[in-house]
């Protein structure tokens, strides 16, 4: 739970579930995080192999994240916990 738990890292990977976003990208999927938030989650991810941070070398500077085979190997538990919350938001929709 160290590695993914947080709103904004079950949130970041989920948004990277169908491929590499930009950075600006993937900041605006995440509604209301801070810049420093943002950089800090994925920082986090990063360091524990669950993003892959690629930074092109061009003018301005253009970088993606994406999600390696560890963070790939998440998505069916972020999936599962993102189905969790909507069947708790809607208790008459869904029986648990």
Do not use: C
């Not at 949130?11 to 800090?40: C, P, V, Y």
């Not at 070398?57 to 390696?68: A, F, G, H, M, S």
């Amino acid at each position: 739970m160290e590695v993914i738990g947080g709103k904004w890292k079950t949130m970041m990977i989920f948004h990277l579930k169908d491929g590499a976003l930009r950075s600006s990208e993937l900041m605006r999927t995440l509604n209301g995080i801070s810049n420093k938030m943002f950089t800090q989650t994925a920082r986090e991810l990063e360091r524990d192999g669950i993003i892959r941070r690629h930074v092109y070398p061009v003018v301005p500077p253009k970088v993606e994240y994406e999600l390696t085979g560890v963070g790939k190997s998440v998505i069916p538990i972020v999936l599962d916990i993102a189905q969790w919350g909507i069947e708790i938001a809607n208790p008459q929709e869904h029986k648990i």
